[in-house]
């Protein structure tokens, strides 16, 4: 068969692509995950395809666990639902001892609805609209209030159920990185939290029985979650010492960061990114260390985006190539920002499904989308891909599936790969009938009678 000629350009010498690691382009390539072909998971379920190892969950899990759980006696995970809320990666965790964290009705409702009785979640968020907070105190859930209407809204409630409703207060602080997360809770520097206090001890209808904070995401600095702790153990006893409340849990929330890679870092994942090790000794340590003698409260912690994301993969195809204005080398390919929302502020892990010969040269990934923002990858370097590559693009599993959106094309099949290594759908690909059930269509403006 004749070769496909393409006109020869010439490109300028980019120096910002060295560095003083050298610069070296692998072939990185993947024919398979977890044992599964990759072109067997595509002809079976088309692409693109999204991809999840139960294996690689699991066992990111038990490593994470284990970092705290060997350094402090009482230790508890709550799964992040908005991380992912795909039943099937819930029920694994849950299987493996997490509980729930929700941070709003509809998050609230779908952990009910997977079996996860009330006492077993976390309810978050700025926004909960009375009738759900009452049915999760009826169901004791464990509720970390955000503002002083909620303060307001939960008295009513008590009043109404005849009751005192034990509730924790979500804090904000400076720990020393920026941007600090100020939107949330209350904040402690200025005294907002020391008032939210006062004001749940004056009304003698709540009790107050838990800390909670969460500092930011993708935080990369193990010191900052230690000056966390210390600050939420001294307002701990702080609370108990004036206010008689006792202390029972400090919620940390989450952050940790996945061996992914920030768009801007200069480093490598696995230099730039603290093992789980580094982030459970400062946390811990210094918890310890700060904790009155013989006073374990639980420390509860929200992880998802490090549990979950380095056992996603997106399987794409390679539809076509163009040379852009400048003379850079483009491809255009089948799942776009709708499906990796998270493109936005994350360079992937892409792999090849085959060895491809020829020169290495910057490209750019595009979507399908018919939008100018559809890129999801700006600056890569790839050999010369031929139409029907295959690009398994990693790590995924965070934030992608619960921020996707429905925008010009259908949502994908979703399929894990068991601990048996076989392949079992865990969320159906979408089609038409699926996207129009909730419309409706006025009579009068039917074009088919």
């Not at 350094?71 to 299987?95: E, M």
């Not at 964290?101 to 968020?125: C, H, M, P, Q, T």
């Amino acid at each position: 068969m004749k070769e496909s000629y393409e006109k020869p350009v010439i490109l300028k010498l980019q120096m910002g692509l060295m560095n003083k690691f050298g610069a070296s382009y692998l072939k990185r390539t993947r024919t398979e995950i977890d044992g599964v072909p990759v072109n067997k998971l595509i002809e079976e379920f088309g692409s693109p395809l999204f991809v999840f190892s139960e294996k690689r969950l699991r066992r990111k899990y038990k490593e994470i666990y284990n970092a705290f759980a060997t350094r402090y006696p009482n230790v508890q995970f709550s799964w992040s639902y908005k991380t992912n809320y795909l039943n099937a990666i819930c029920a694994i965790l849950q299987q493996e001892g997490e509980i729930a964290e929700g941070v709003s009705e509809f998050e609230y409702e779908k952990a009910r609805r997977l079996g996860i009785e009330g006492r077993d979640i976390i309810f978050n968020g700025p926004y909960k609209p009375s009738h759900i907070l009452e049915k999760a105190i009826r169901e004791q859930a464990i509720i970390n209030i955000d503002h002083f209407e909620e303060i307001y809204d939960l008295e009513e409630i008590a009043d109404k159920l005849g009751q005192k409703v034990k509730v924790g207060i979500r804090l904000n602080m400076d720990t020393g990185i920026t941007p600090q997360w100020s939107r949330f809770g209350f904040n402690l520097e200025t005294g907002q939290a020391l008032d939210a206090v006062k004001r749940i001890a004056y009304s003698k209808k709540l009790i107050l029985n838990g800390l909670h904070c969460h500092i930011g995401t993708f935080i990369l600095e193990p010191r900052a979650y230690a000056q966390e702790v210390e600050k939420m153990v001294k307002f701990a006893y702080q609370i108990e010492d004036e206010f008689g409340f006792k202390i029972e849990y400090l919620d940390i929330g989450g952050g940790f960061p996945s061996q992914n890679r920030l768009k801007g870092i200069y480093l490598p994942p696995e230099l730039a990114v603290p093992s789980i090790e580094e982030f459970a000794e400062a946390i811990c340590d210094t918890l310890l260390r700060s904790l009155r003698p013989n006073d374990f409260p639980e420390l509860i912690l929200e992880t998802g985006r490090v549990i979950v994301d380095e056992a996603g993969y997106l399987i794409s195809t390679v539809h076509a190539a163009k040379r852009l204005p400048d003379g850079t080398k483009a491809y255009v390919i089948d799942a776009g920002v709708n499906l990796l929302f998270t493109s936005f502020w994350y360079k992937f892990n892409i792999e090849l499904d085959r060895e491809v010969q020829g020169v290495f040269e910057p490209c750019v990934i595009y979507g399908p989308l018919c939008m100018n923002i559809d890129v999801i990858d700006e600056h890569t370097q790839l050999p010369p891909l031929p139409r029907g590559t295959r690009l398994i693009i990693s790590p995924v599993g965070a934030y992608n599936v619960t921020q996707w959106m429905q925008f010009i094309s259908y949502r994908p099949f979703v399929v894990l790969i068991n601990s048996e290594g076989k392949i079992e759908v865990i969320r159906e690909a979408e089609t038409l009938e699926d996207v129009v059930r909730k419309e409706k269509l006025p009579a009068r403006l039917k074009l088919v009678q």
